[in-house]
T-cell receptor, first 113, second 115 residues
């Protein structure tokens, strides 16, 4: 079974600064997908960014980028120019092909003025 | 476009009562999922339906049953609620489970409290 570990239960950052959230995973698969989901206080789950394991290039979506280290089984999320609206719970998730999502326990990010 | 809808949004039950959580999607998706979210635990898969007419157990199926009523609707039933089932329940759907990646779209969640 796959496991996803987020070692930082809580993090805080000031507005306009950069923050990195950590995620490691364990799998014997060679082809899989990795995701970061954001859950703001509204409770809605929002897909932030995804990475396909066979792609070496790190995914980027505006202020959000990932550092994907396949050999180390590491998938960190970098948020640049943090905004108050980035305050949320962030979940790292793993999916092997033709299977279901496995989530980490989440990291609560607080962005302060 | 409503996406994934869930009813009710909140519910309080007494131990031993039964109830059904409803989920519907209007995106013509083949696959649907039920998750529960507990503090410090992330989201855990309860049951899923890869396609109409099929259902499979996820990580935490005990105490729950599901019905894929048609392509649009996937319900979750608690036959005899227990305090351990106090949680936030999310329904999700995706175009398919098999093959290449298909994004899962989540509903707004149902907060269930069992006293």
């Amino acid at each position: 079974a796959q496991t996803v570990t987020q070692s930082q239960p809580e993090m805080s950052v000031q507005e306009a600064e950069t923050v990195t959230l950590s995620c490691t995973y364990d799998t014997s698969e060679s082809n899989y997908y990795l995701f970061w989901y954001k859950q703001p206080p509204s409770r809605q789950m929002i897909l932030v960014i995804r990475q396909e394991a066979y792609k070496q290039q790190n995914a980027t979506e505006n202020r959000f980028s990932v550092n994907f280290q396949k050999a180390a089984k590491s998938f960190s999320l970098k948020i640049s120019d943090s905004q108050l609206g980035d305050t949320a719970m962030y979940f790292c998730a793993f999916m092997k092909q033709s299977s279901t999502l496995t989530f980490g326990k989440g990291t609560m990010l607080l962005v302060s003025p | 476009n409503a996406g994934v809808t869930q009813t009710p949004k909140f519910q309080v039950l007494k131990t031993g009562q039964s109830m059904t959580l409803q989920c519907a999607q209007d995106m013509n998706h083949n696959s649907m999922y039920w998750y529960r979210q507990d503090p410090g635990m992330g989201l855990r898969l309860i049951y899923y339906s890869a396609s109409e007419g099929t259902t499979d157990k996820g990580e935490v199926p005990n105490g729950y049953n599901v019905s894929r009523l048609n392509k649009r609707e996937f319900s979750l039933r608690l036959e005899s609620a227990a305090p351990s089932q106090t949680s936030v329940y999310f329904c999700a759907s995706s175009e398919a489970l098999i093959g290449r990646f298909h994004e899962q779209y989540f509903g707004p969640g149902t907060r269930l409290t069992v006293t």
